[in-house]
């Protein structure tokens, strides 16, 4: 092999491995590209709220908007705790509920607002029954009138009774003892007490008879005497009373049990049945 075709070879071969290094250096320098790992997307659930009465709603101080009665608004969330506060229309009455979603899928909150319009409501209408009776006890009846009507419409049977007081006396109204049994009726199977000794007391004014002539107004007058002695009404007790000392009402003469009727009513601070057990044989 002669020097020229040696030489050739040589620069043959060098050019080859410049190359190669030209290749390798420019594969070192371009970055390894690697498919990216798919981001984890962050577990919610679906909230599914109901009010009982239209409400506006809130989740997390944030607004939402109106859910009208017996309807239903969803929403996502997250998972964890959140606050949710609802609100009848009128702003009068509140809920405040915590929830804890733990997993995704559906979350049921159910609002319920209408206990707690209806406590409410009670709670005022025993204020406005207190008003009447204060102007009932100074004979103020024209102007008790409208407060027993308002406090009975809003469920204080305490008012109720009063407006049946003044029905069954005609105090400030048209005098109908028709309605005043109603009245005292419907308070008393509402577990006012007082009510039932008033419908007693109805039942001894007003006599009649069965089909074979035996008077009656007794006997029913004894049963409304005893619930109301039962629940804790001390004039029902003192009634009670009158009827073991007397035998009256289906009941036999039990002098011992009126004393303990009697001794009851009046250690409660009820002044006619400390007079009937010290008249007592």
Same mark, same amino acid.
Request: hydrophobic share 40%.
């Given at each position: ?142 102007? /008790?009138?409208? $407060?027993?009507? +308002?406090? =009975?419409? @809003?469920?204080?049977? &305490?008012? #109720? *009774?009063?407006? !049946?007081?003044? %029905? ?11 309605? /005043?049994?109603? $009245?005292?009726? +419907?308070? =008393?199977? @509402?577990?006012?007490? &007082?009510? #039932? *000794?008033?419908? !007693?007391?109805? %039942? ?31 004039? !029902? ?45």
């Amino acid at each position: 092999m002669n020097a020229r075709y040696q030489t050739a070879i040589i620069l043959m071969i060098a050019v080859f491995a410049l190359g190669e290094g030209m290749i390798m250096a420019q594969q070192e320098d371009v970055p390894i590209l690697r498919p990216k790992k798919p981001q984890a997307k962050p577990a919610v659930a679906t909230l599914l709220v109901m009010c009982d009465l239209a409400c506006n709603w809130m989740l997390d101080s944030e607004m939402k908007g109106v859910i009208a009665e017996g309807e239903s608004k969803k929403t996502q969330v997250s998972l964890g705790q959140h606050l949710i506060d609802a609100a009848t229309q009128d702003g009068q009455d509140k809920v405040e509920e915590r929830i804890e979603v733990k997993a995704s899928g559906q979350v049921i909150m159910h609002i319920e607002l209408q206990p707690i319009r209806g406590a409410r409501i009670k709670a005022e209408a025993a204020k406005v029954s207190e008003q009447g009776m204060a102007l009932y006890h100074v004979g103020r009846y024209a102007e /008790a009138k409208p $407060l027993f009507e +308002k406090a =009975c419409d @809003g469920g204080s049977f &305490a008012g #109720c *009774t009063g407006l !049946g007081w003044l %029905y069954n006396l005609g105090q400030g109204v048209v005098r109908d003892q028709s309605q /005043a049994a109603s $009245l005292f009726q +419907k308070s =008393c199977f @509402g577990d006012y007490m &007082a009510a #039932c *000794t008033a419908m !007693g007391n109805w %039942y001894l004014a007003h006599p009649f008879s069965a089909s074979d002539g035996v008077p009656q107004e007794a006997g029913y007058a004894r049963v409304y005497f005893e619930k109301a002695c039962n629940g804790g009404d001390m004039q !029902g007790c003192n009634n009670l009373g009158r009827f073991y000392e007397n035998g009256l009402g289906g009941v036999e003469r039990d002098a011992s049990y009126a004393r303990t009727l009697y001794k009851q009513a009046c250690d409660a601070g009820y002044s006619e049945a400390c007079t009937n057990l010290r008249n007592l044989p």
